[in-house]
């Protein structure tokens, strides 16, 4: 396994959740991270990115200021910290990567994916 994300459970509004992905370096070298998240009858979205220099990193516009994308500095590891959770932030999270040198920021450019990890928001 090369990807592999946990964290998810059962969390009331307002609460908060720190998903990790763990990352095999051997396997990729230097790589992109996103998180994505899948809600039934819904299209895939794409929650954050840490490009690999750790610079530029992006949210979407449905958890800006409530999400952080960081990497522990064995770089083995990626984090995504949600707060002030919604019931609609409610959906499987997924964490995939990419190694080559095209844009992060594109879903489609992502090949590597973990299995999902089912955050579910509701009192």
């Known amino acids: 396994v090369q990807l592999q994300a946990s964290g998810g459970g059962l969390v009331q509004p307002g609460g908060s959740l720190r998903l990790s992905c763990a990352v095999s370096?051997?396997?990729?070298?230097?790589?992109?991270m996103g998180w994505f998240r899948r809600t039934p009858g819904k299209e895939r979205e794409l929650v954050a990115v840490?490009?690999?220099?750790?610079?530029?990193?992006w949210y979407a516009d449905s958890v800006k200021g409530r999400v952080t994308i960081s990497r522990n500095s064995a770089k083995d590891t990626v984090w995504l910290q949600i707060n002030s959770l919604k019931p609609e932030d409610t959906a499987v999270y997924y964490c995939?990567?990419?190694?080559?040198?095209?844009?992060?920021?594109?879903?489609?450019?992502?090949?590597?994916w973990g299995q999902g990890t089912l955050v579910t928001v509701s009192s």
């Open positions: 995939a990567a990419k190694t080559d040198s095209s844009s992060p920021y594109s879903m489609s450019n992502y090949v590597h």
């Open positions: 370096v051997r396997a990729f070298g230097a790589y992109d």
């Open positions: 840490l490009p690999w220099r750790g610079d530029r990193k």
